[in-house]
């Protein structure tokens, strides 16, 4: 559809490329679905009375790590908040790459919805996992 739909051929040539590589992103760890914020960043986040607050979700059930992809991509906390999460829930093995994965599925839905601005940034995430694995 995008080949068709955007005369796109590279996203075409590295999708099916990156799908193949996809178990590699997950050998030897466990994956715990855990219920997920799903828009993570900053802007979604307050404090009320010392408390945080978190609002605008789009919630679901999957990896822990999926969260922290946007969260890293759009900004905003500091290492404090990284820190603290990675105290609960340590990093594993290859969460650098998985990150980067997850931030891809943010990148591609910004596309979607937004245009193709973000045609690049996919295309240069998609590019990187693909050769990295």
């Excluded at 999708?15 to 914020?37: G, K, Q, T």
């Excluded at 408390?51 to 919630?59: I, K, W």
């Excluded at 759009?74 to 290492?79: I, N």
Aim: proline share 5%; glycine share 10%.
């Amino acid at each position: 559809m995008i080949e068709r739909d955007y005369g796109d051929r590279e996203v075409a040539e590295l999708w099916p490329r990156l799908l193949r590589c996809l178990p590699e992103f997950f050998r030897d760890i466990s994956v715990e679905p855990a219920l997920l914020h799903g828009d993570l960043w900053f802007g979604n986040t307050a404090e009320v009375d010392h408390e945080p607050v978190l609002f605008d979700p789009a919630t679901f059930y999957g990896h822990a790590e999926f969260d922290l992809g946007i969260a890293k991509m759009l900004g905003g906390f500091g290492a404090d908040f990284y820190r603290a999460y990675h105290e609960l829930l340590p990093k594993e093995v290859g969460f650098e790459s998985r990150n980067r994965l997850y931030q891809l599925f943010t990148k591609l839905n910004q596309w979607n919805h937004f245009g193709t601005e973000y045609r690049g940034g996919c295309l240069s995430l998609m590019r990187s996992l693909v050769e990295h694995q």
